[in-house]
């Protein structure tokens, strides 16, 4: 991996010591930064109606065979009256808005202020984006005001997302709305080495594999969610 010199520049700086007040003066503040961030989400975020959250890699090409299936899962979605939610970043994350726009549907894009992403993809509808310094908060936000997750293929970013719902469902934290993995190839070597190590060393339970599910196809993908909601007489076009 080359090293540029504004890397090393931000890394000299990060690194520069500071004095136990520096410290505590930055964290003080950076209070109200969080805050600040909670409070637009939720109030943004309270009128867009239900939505499902579609996660995966940003480095998705546009001719991927993943950012093509993301695409369709959020058309098909939109025709059950969602709307769909993403990082608003590229790859999955666009495939995601786009197919919520293709298919007239709202499109939520929760971005991350990131020098090599300066802006959310061209699908997110305009009073729909959301920018973000806090990692933690906008994943917050994320699984509060998502009723389905979709887990395309990617990277540390989107197993953090995957794991975050799964912990809040485990510890009934969250309602257990469906979350399903796409792409049997990838994810396989995953459901495998949590069956080899968690389940053998008792970190966890057969039945935490009943929360979520593993397919290939948009077909299986909607209708999990299709069959969650009419399982539990539920109408997500509130």
């Known amino acids: 991996m080359q090293i540029t010199k504004r890397d090393e520049e931000i890394i000299r700086k990060s690194f520069q010591p500071k004095t136990w ?15 600040s961030e909670f409070v637009e989400g939720m109030d943004r975020l309270s009128n867009i109606g239900p939505c499902v959250a579609i996660f995966g890699s940003a480095r998705t090409k546009p001719d991927d065979p993943y950012y093509i299936l993301a695409t369709e899962i959020a058309e098909e979605l939109t025709k059950l009256g969602f709307g769909i939610i993403t990082g608003g970043g590229p790859g999955i994350m666009e495939a995601g ?9 709202t499109s939520v894009g929760l971005t991350i202020r990131l020098p090599f992403e300066p802006h959310g993809n061209q699908y ?6 959301i920018a973000f310094d806090y990692f933690f908060a906008r994943k917050t936000l994320f699984m509060r005001y998502a009723q389905g997750y979709i887990a395309m293929p990617g990277g540390f970013g989107t197993l953090d997302e995957l794991f975050e719902a799964l912990t809040l469902i485990q510890t009934d934290k969250m309602v257990s709305f469906p979350v399903v993995l796409v792409g049997k190839e990838y994810w396989n070597g995953l459901i495998q080495w949590m069956r080899d190590r968690l389940i053998s060393h008792q970190m966890i339970s057969e039945k935490d594999f009943e ?4 397919v290939d196809t948009k077909e299986e993908a909607v209708a999990i969610i299709k ?3 009419e399982r539990y007489a539920i109408k997500p076009n509130f």
């Open 21 to 35: 007040n520096d410290v505590k003066t930055h964290d003080s503040w950076s209070v109200f930064k969080i805050m």
């Open 97 to 105: 808005n786009k197919g919520a726009h293709q298919g007239k549907a």
């Open 124 to 129: 997110i509808d305009p009073d729909k984006e």
């Open 211 to 214: 929360m979520f599910h593993l």
């Open 227 to 229: 069959d969650f909601y």
